[in-house]
């Protein structure tokens, strides 16, 4: 028996299970033709090898300098500090911003828009009349009816209002 150019091949590039290799390999000792093909496939194999080194081209000089040089320039990596003030920066950063606009957004007036609080006046007195009336021991004197209060003071009064008016 005689193996063919395929299997030589394969035996010749290490693609055989180890159990075949040792078979061919008892078989090429004693077998003169599978011996002479082997040797033909070895030898075009390394005829193979030497053409394919004498066309490996080099970079030309100035190429490999250019390459070198930016190898030797190249920054330095960063620190493990850097590294950390990097990941730091948006972990502040985006809670400290959304503060600040909460803050413009509800600390100063204006911004959103919206009015100042405050409570209608006669929301107030027709409240403090209704609660008066219920209580037997008041003085009504002092209960002022919405029905008296001129149309004119239909605005809201503010904390600073009610306190002036409370002194007169």
């Known amino acids: 028996m005689h193996y063919n150019a395929d299997i030589l091949d ?20 004693t077998c003169a033709a599978c011996s002479a093909l082997y040797d033909e496939a070895a030898a075009v194999r390394d005829w193979l090898r030497r053409a394919a080194r004498a066309e490996e081209r080099e970079f030309p000089s100035i190429v490999k300098a250019r390459v070198w040089e930016s190898i030797r320039t190249a920054p330095a990596p960063p620190s493990l500090a850097d590294r950390l003030r990097s990941l730091w920066r948006p972990m502040i950063a985006l809670p400290v911003g959304a503060a600040l606009g909460a803050f413009i957004y509800l600390g100063v007036p204006g911004v959103h828009g919206s009015q100042p609080a405050g409570v209608a006046a006669t929301y107030l007195l027709e409240e403090h009349a209704a609660v008066a009336s219920e209580n037997p021991l008041a003085d009504r004197g002092l209960i002022v009816p919405a029905s008296v209060v001129d149309s004119q003071q239909t605005g809201l009064i503010d904390a600073g209002d009610a306190g002036a008016s409370s002194g007169r």
Do not use: F, N, S, V
């Open 10 to 29: 394969d035996y010749l590039h290490g693609a055989l299970g180890p159990e075949r290799d040792a078979t061919i390999h008892a078989h090429l000792e």
